[in-house]
């Protein structure tokens, strides 16, 4: 079979179907608008379907409304780039403990920041969506410094 690379005409379909594996559980499909779709067309694509795949399972995290648009898969299609905090190595120097935490805390400020972004800022949303009670999410906010950041959909915590 030829790499996906040579078959852009097969990405819209390949996302459709990968859409419907991602979103499954989901109240509502997960639909990928025409831009997002042209710009992952043109895409060199060298981990081949696998890495598609992945695209649309982090666009999906960070949509909002369930649809997948343009701005959702920057940067993506040339391996998998993350901000640049995901990018960096774990620090697994130290004791288990000071270790644990540092993963924890990493952890923590990239969840909560993609959570704050697909709920556009709203608290009430972000805690039914994490299953947190209100006040538990505004005081993890504080505690990782991302509390009263204005989350429209081009702030990159």
């Known amino acids: ?4 690379r040579d078959r852009p005409d097969d990405i819209p379909v390949l996302c459709d179907r990968l859409l419907s594996y991602i979103g499954d559980g989901r109240p509502s499909p997960l639909v990928i608008d025409a831009s997002a779709v042209q ?3 043109s895409q060199p694509w060298p981990g081949n379907v696998r890495e598609l795949r992945n695209v649309l399972a982090r666009a999906a995290a960070l949509a909002t409304d369930n ?4 701005v959702d898969v920057a940067g993506e ?3 998998f780039r993350g901000m640049r905090e995901e990018r960096t190595p774990l620090d697994l120097t ?4 000071a270790a644990k935490e540092r993963a924890i805390e990493r952890f923590e400020s990239a969840y909560l920041a993609a959570l704050m972004k697909r709920c556009a800022g ?3 949303m972000a805690s039914r969506e994490a299953d947190l009670a209100r006040h538990h999410l505004r005081e993890l906010l504080r505690k990782r410094g991302l509390y009263g950041i204005p989350w429209d959909r081009e702030t990159d915590v």
């Open 122 to 124: 709203n608290l009430s």
């Open 77 to 79: 299609g040339f391996g």
């Open 1 to 4: 079979m030829p790499a996906l």
């Open 67 to 70: 649809v997948i648009r343009r």
């Open 39 to 41: 710009f992952l067309s």
């Open 94 to 97: 130290g004791t288990f403990g």
